[in-house]
């Protein structure tokens, strides 16, 4: 099993960037999927997350309207939409199989002037 993330940058406020997960080992399709991220200082919380039904889908409050997950099932690839992007939103961006735990590496989300 393998989830690799992609697609973190440096981002003015105010803009938009897509993470991608690609995974492996598996088919992400038969799994409910997840985005998480941690800021400096702070604790891993869920961004967003996906269901089996790509209709079910949750979202943190802090970006609900702004961030949009999603999933590509012939890829085998995940996708986090984040627009109107906030200082706040600085952080390392997981990508999160629950069942059975399985982490990707992270990428960096830094959005700054």
């Known amino acids: 099993v393998q989830l690799v993330e992609s697609g973190g940058a440096l981002v003015q406020p105010g803009g938009s960037l897509g993470l991608s997960c690609a995974v492996s080992g598996f088919t992400a399709s038969f799994y409910d999927m997840s985005w998480h991220r941690q800021a400096p200082g702070k604790e891993r919380e869920l961004v967003a997350s996906i269901g089996i039904s790509a209709r079910n889908t949750n979202y943190a409050d802090s970006v609900k309207g702004r961030f949009f997950i999603s999933r590509d099932n012939a890829k085998n690839i995940v996708y986090l939409q984040m627009n109107n992007l906030k200082p706040e939103d600085t952080a390392v961006y997981y990508c999160?199989?629950?069942?059975?735990?399985?982490w990707g590496q992270g990428t960096q989300v830094t959005v700054a002037s």
């Open positions: 999160r199989r629950p069942t059975g735990g399985y």
